[in-house]
């Protein structure tokens, strides 16, 4: 379980060290993964996902699956403002939104950043998810936001609509694409 949380990067452990994991045989493997299986699925229900990773499966660049849970959950997004030298990709999951490590967002502050979002952004440059690089931030690590907007506010350095600045591939606000999904379920119920 040590593994599962630390491979999951979720929390920080108060004690890291796991033991050296003995030579089983498979059939003592499988009997392992028969209890842990469960008690994943069960922690999760009950709204703790600390062995469940952000992102199930990341791929190199593209716009192939990512393996989110949620339905746009693979549909990879881009938040681009050029002017600022912002440029982010993240995914909508069932959680909130995740902006993957490596993005770059602006360094600056502004007035119009909400004083929560300000703290959170503090947050992350001190807990080391994000790094201040010259006149940028920069994500170290996967971030998980409760929503778009704080995901695109944090990252611009001010007020953002994130359901209209979050884009696919085709330029397609995350907006419409939540649109569409909401008339495609709707099509499908009648």
Known sequence: MVELARDAARVSLENGTAPQLPALPRSDRDAMEEYLDPARILLGALGFHLLQPLVARRLSGGDGPIGGRGPLADVRL????????????????????????????????????????????????HQGSVELSGGSIRYVKDVLFKSPSAAAAVTAGGVWNGRAGWRDAHGTTLKDLEEALIDAVADEAL
């Open 78 to 125: 881009y938040f681009e403002v050029p002017k600022r030298g912002v440029r982010a990709e993240g995914i909508s999951t069932d959680e909130g939104f995740v902006v993957f490590a490596g993005s770059v967002g602006d360094s600056t502050v502004r007035d119009s950043l909400q004083p929560g979002w300000r703290d959170l952004r503090q947050e992350l440059i």
